[in-house]
Every structure is written in structure tokens, then in C-alpha cells.
């Protein structure tokens, strides 16, 4: 979802989503404000998380090591991919081999690479920098907003559920 009509598109349908999933429940009505505390998205923007996350040299090793002797990619064929018009899609087809490499596989290889950028970001205090450790650090910070275990929400106010029946 690399662009903001998208995200904001996506994020009205899953509120929408909770907001119907509760009614079906028969619960009460909520402040469709509230429920929009609940549903944040996210994007690395144009590029794949893995795109966004590591350099054409870890991609190439970490997809080269899960294939063994299939046929290799070289940081070259994952830089082209990047610039092309669709790096999403580039990626994909090179992740298809043979032998077909999962998402899932990948970052479990990538992981050693992610780790040392996380640790060097952390001793540099620049922990924001790191793409997917901003992810993590913008999660934790909902979470921690949100109380645990139980917790209210505002109900909708009879103006509002007139206005939305309008």
C-alpha cells in the first residue's frame, strides 16, 4: 500500500469491518472515533519490507543459501529489481526460482542481518533509523497507550448514530 489513498482506503475498511463485526455481536454502538484508535497502517512505502529492510548483498545470500545448488541470484538481478517499475512483483519472480523461496524462509535468513542492524542502531542511538525497528518501536508505543486487560470505549452519541443514518 505504497499510497496514502490506499492506506487511508484500507484502513476505512477495516474499521468498518470491527465496527460491523461488533453490531453483529450485538454490542453496543461505539464512537467511530475510538474504534479508529484501533487500526493503524503502516507501509515501507514503494518498496517491499525486504526491499525496504536489507541491501541487495543480504537479499542475494540470504535467497542463494536457502536455494543450495538451484539457481542463484546475484545482488545485481535484486537491484534491478528494486529500480523496476515493480519492485514488489520483481521480487516475487526471482523468490519463484527454482527452487521457490518463501517470504517466510527469507526473513527467517535475513534474520542475522536485521540483528546486527538493530544492535549497531541501538549502541549509535538511532534505533528510528532502522526501518523495521521503527515498526516495532511505533507498535509498542500503541500497545502501551491501551491499557491491559480490559478497557472502554466511548459510546456512540445519538447524534452521531442519527447523523450516520442520514
Known amino acids: 500500500m505504497a499510497t496514502s489513498a490506499k492506506r487511508n482506503q484500507q484502513r476505512r475498511h477495516l474499521v468498518n469491518q470491527i465496527e460491523t463485526a461488533l453490531k453483529f455481536a450485538s454490542g453496543p454502538t461505539v464512537d467511530r472515533q475510538e474504534l479508529e484508535k484501533l487500526v493503524e497502517i503502516f507501509s515501507w512505502g514503494q518498496l517491499p519490507m525486504e526491499f525496504a529492510n536489507f541491501t541487495d548483498r543480504e537479499l542475494a545470500s540470504g535467497i542463494n543459501r536457502l536455494r543450495g545448488r538451484g539457481t542463484r541470484v546475484s545482488p545485481g538481478d535484486l537491484a534491478a529489481a528494486r529500480k523496476s517499475r515493480q519492485p514488489g512483483a520483481s ?45 516495532v518501536l511505533r ?18 452519541s445519538s447524534k452521531s448514530l442519527q447523523e450516520r443514518s442520514n
Open 91 to 135: 521480487l516475487k519472480r526471482i523468490l519463484k526460482g527454482p527452487p521457490v523461496v518463501g517470504k517466510a524462509e527469507l526473513a527467517n535468513a535475513l534474520w542475522p542481518y536485521l540483528d546486527r542492524r538493530v544492535e549497531r542502531a541501538i549502541n549509535r542511538r538511532a534505533l528510528h533509523r532502522v526501518p523495521m525497528a521503527a515498526l
Open 139 to 156: 507498535a509498542v508505543e500503541l500497545a502501551t497507550e491501551w491499557p491491559r486487560g480490559s478497557f472502554a470505549f466511548k459510546l456512540a
